[in-house]
């Protein structure tokens, strides 16, 4: 019913940028928080940003300064805009959407299938 796809990873320098989109689709009748996560080997999957549907954004310590959430409610699209990388940012992110469905108002969490992204020089 609800499809959650990333894009925008790939292999940057230490110290570059990269920015990564997510958007939903399906029968939605609104998104409460979307956020970023990340899963590096050997490693749990944490959480890197989230934001309400409201603006509200929290960061994880490690990336605060560093990397920035948004989100375009009409689009159903969340953003992260990651500068100043370094190697320890590699990892396969994954989107996370709080989903109310459109039919039954149901709230669902969905997960994208992840994007890697890999700082290396």
């Known amino acids: 019913q609800v499809q959650v796809v990333e894009s925008g990873g790939g292999l940057v320098q230490p110290g570059g940028s990269l920015r990564l989109s997510c958007a939903a689709s399906?029968?939605?009748?609104?998104?409460?928080?979307m956020g970023w996560y990340r899963h590096a080997p050997g490693e749990e999957r944490d959480l890197v940003a989230t934001?309400?549907?409201?603006?509200?954004?929290t960061y994880a310590d490690s990336v605060k300064g560093r990397f920035t959430i948004s989100r375009d409610n009409a689009k159903n699209t969340v953003y992260l805009e990651m500068n100043s990388l370094k190697p320890e940012d590699t990892a396969v992110y994954y989107c996370?959407?709080?989903?109310?469905?459109?039919?039954?108002?149901?709230?669902?969490?969905?997960w994208g299938q992840g994007t890697q992204v890999t700082v290396s020089s």
């Open positions: 996370n959407a709080d989903v109310v469905l459109l039919t039954t108002r149901f709230r669902r969490n969905y």
């Open positions: 399906g029968r939605i009748f609104s998104i409460n928080t």
């Open positions: 934001i309400t549907s409201g603006g509200w954004t």
